[in-house]
């Protein structure tokens, strides 16, 4: 018996052309496969980039400025961007939680403004072990950031403190008499930086604006009216107060629109509708306006290159801006004031 595998004893069902047909039908399978894509069916795209943002309040229109920026970055870059957080700034939790969510989601990256600074540092740090994260408006207790973008706080505290005392010299003649300090909420790094520019300037520049008081509400604007309303009845010689963020601004603005106090000066922090139109009305004299748009832009696109491997800066101060009647229709104040939020 012969031992070739060509014998047809061996291979009794192998004929002389099969090695032509097995390429005819190869060739039949390759020119099917070139037919599909040609008639506009591809392979499966391999899975986008994905970078959840995790903002301080869902529902707020700062807030709501940041994620139009986050939106805008993943259709440019294409990535997913999902948008997370909690429904109040004040709570703590629901941040937390949504950030250990995140995490075991295993994203590319994760964008986050903490709520508060020190609750929101062991998190960060635990969170950093396994993904890069990129924190933008507010700092929170750990080293652990890739990358940081944010106002100048301490500098927004400080324009604060000069458009105070300019208004209060505009409605009184001079900078002198009482004012006051209103914060949203305890332990929030942005509001403390704000706080420690605005009180050192005063005390600096302006030593005849005397700080007499000092609050810290629980971050919602009836608490903010409550409050300006209680000062303005035992300190009925105010000459100003600054309200340090969006949510005071709008309770000490409805305050002032109902007292109609003749001396009092308010400088507010952020801006939405309601706040533009008490500055069109008086009842504002100045806001002090960040670039929330930049820092969900900026936030999302440092984290992918962070995640590639990219060198990104450690720092990254996105501006800050002062808003008066005299600015308010200028370009730069409506692109601040009325970014697109789709």
């Known amino acids: ?203 600096s520049k302006y030593p005849g604006l005397k700080l007499v008081a000092e609050r810290v509400a629980d971050g919602q604007p009836t608490t903010g009216l409550n409050i300006t309303t209680d000062l303005l009845t035992a300190n009925p010689n105010l000459v100003g107060i600054f309200a340090s963020n969006l949510t005071m601004a709008q309770g000490a603005g409805q305050a002032v629109a109902e007292l109609k106090p003749e001396k009092l000066s308010l400088i507010g922090f952020d801006s939405d509708p309601k706040l533009v139109q008490f500055l069109k009305d008086g009842v504002i004299s100045a806001l002090i306006v960040q670039d929330p748009f930049r820092m969900g832009y900026d936030g999302v696109k440092t984290a992918l290159a962070a995640a590639k491997g990219e060198k990104v800066p450690a720092d990254v101060d996105t501006g800050v801006n002062l808003i008066t009647k005299a600015n308010l229709e200028t370009p730069r104040a409506q692109e601040l004031l009325n970014p697109k939020l789709n």
Request: net charge positive; glycine share 10%.
């Open 1 to 203: 018996m012969s031992l070739d595998p060509r014998s047809p004893v061996l291979s009794p069902r192998v004929g002389p052309n099969v090695g032509t047909k097995v390429r005819r039908r190869a060739l039949g399978a390759l020119a099917g496969l070139l037919g599909l894509a040609a008639a506009g069916f591809a392979p499966p795209a391999a899975a986008a980039d994905t970078i959840p943002i995790i903002v301080k309040d869902t529902t707020a229109q700062y807030w709501q400025i940041v994620l139009a920026g986050a939106r805008k970055a993943a259709k440019d870059l294409g990535v997913n961007v999902p948008e997370m957080g909690a429904q109040s700034e004040a709570d703590i939790a629901g941040q937390i939680s949504a950030l250990e969510n995140a995490v075991a989601s295993r994203p590319t990256a994760i964008v986050i403004s903490p709520t508060q600074f020190a609750a929101l540092g062991p998190p960060i740090t635990e969170a950093a072990k396994s993904v890069k994260i990129i924190g933008i408006d507010s700092a929170a207790d750990s080293k652990a950031f890739t990358s940081f973008l944010t106002t100048d706080n301490v500098q927004g505290g400080r324009l604060a403190a000069d458009a105070l005392a300019e208004a209060v010299k505009a409605k009184t003649g001079k900078a002198e008499g009482p004012v006051a300090l209103i914060t949203s909420l305890p332990g929030v790094g942005s509001l403390d930086q704000r706080a420690k520019g605005f009180k050192e300037t005063l005390a």
